[in-house]
């Protein structure tokens, strides 16, 4: 009898030290398997699958993001009804926005247009700032402009020609609300030349085009600029019939002058991003 309870001791101290060594097993398992996976408490860096949200969630109304003293002077002669705007249409507003204002005299006609996109990534290592900065830099390389960093992070390196001291100058004079008078060929740099702009959300860049047919001539004016994740698009077209009176038609497509109108658009819309 003693014999048998001997054996019987044994065999429990040797079943109780399988189960521990097993639970101890199983622990450092579980503790490995978290580690594996980047696991952790919820809600912590580990467990952020998702890209980071960008600043902007939602987009202006579009048709009421220009002053009506801005567009009185950029586009004279239009009507309270031409002024009001004419929203685009897109499939989600809550991605991309955008307004067309048109106006004709006998000297020409004339037409801004602004477009806000929203950019959003799907790469979870990808933020939505940093999509939309790679997406305006793309728009960028296309128009020829090469970008880079300036003192403040406010603008990009501008493409031979160009002038950010000149443009900075332009912008402080575009911001006093005058959209016609404040620039010069000077305060431009005096060049028609695809090039960064200084000044406007964390980067801009201008493209300005002349353009026209056998019925007249036209320029075009893009000033494109990028606020987190928002990319903005200023477009100013200005076409003079080719019967205009001499002297007219270059006025009215004054180089300079239409730069420094864009510019004070996508200032006043930049600054309202900002406020």
Known sequence: MQGTAAVARAVAAMLT???????????????????????????????TGEPQPGRYSVLPEPCGTVAADTLAEILPGGTPEEYAGEPRVTYDTGRRVGCDWRTADATGSRQLAVDYERVVSYDPAVSDDDQAELDFEQRAAEAGVTLGETEGGTGGAATAGSSGSASSSAGASGSSGSAGSAGSAGS????????????????????????????????????????????????????????????????????????????????????????
């Open 17 to 47: 030290t399988v189960a521990m060594c097993g639970l101890a097993a199983c622990s450092s398992d579980l503790v490995g398997a978290d580690d594996a996976t980047g696991g952790g408490p919820p809600g912590s860096s580990a467990d």
């Open 188 to 275: 431009l740099g005096g060049t028609s030349a695809p090039r960064a702009i200084d000044g406007i959300g964390n980067a801009a860049f201008l493209d300005d085009r002349p353009g026209g047919t056998g019925l007249g001539t036209s320029r075009d004016v893009t000033l494109v600029f990028r606020t987190a994740n928002v990319i903005v698009t200023v477009n100013y077209t200005v076409s003079a019939p080719s019967g205009a009176a001499a002297g007219t038609s270059a006025d009215a497509l004054d180089s300079t002058l239409l730069q420094q109108r864009a510019q004070t658009v996508a200032r006043q819309l930049a600054g309202d991003l900002d406020g």
